[in-house]
């Protein structure tokens, strides 16, 4: 049973891990869908969201410093300022009545080479 397990581990260290949601994460945003393996998707799943709801925060702040303040929050969360760019001013808005389930994850098969599960992740 896997109880308190957290999250996936995918056969990475910590640093490497958190580097492969980043640009999972930054490749959705730039291309709005991207083929990967079933457990990456589901785990990139979570970045994802959390990143949509920092940048719904930051449209919804009417101060400028707490627009600052999500903007460097998403910029801490994923590296990349053409991402953290595409997710406020093209990304978020689009979400900005939707509760949550900002992505979805098809799966789409198996891998010729290993067999390997692979999906489709797309923003919805």
Known sequence: ?????????LGRTSSHRLALMRNLVS???QNGRIVTTLPKAKEARR???????????????TEPAKQLH?????????????SVKLLIEKVAPTYKERAGGYTRV?????????NG????????
Do not use: P, S, W
């Open 27 to 29: 490749a959705l945003f």
């Open 106 to 114: 098809l799966k789409a098969g198996f891998r010729l080479g290993d």
């Open 70 to 82: 999500y903007r460097r929050l998403a910029m801490q969360a994923l590296h990349n300022r053409d």
């Open 47 to 61: 970045f994802a969201e959390r990143c949509i709801t920092i940048g719904k925060k930051a449209i919804a702040a």
């Open 1 to 9: 049973m896997r109880h308190l397990v957290d999250h996936r581990k």
């Open 117 to 124: 599960a692979k999906a489709i992740f797309e923003l919805v």
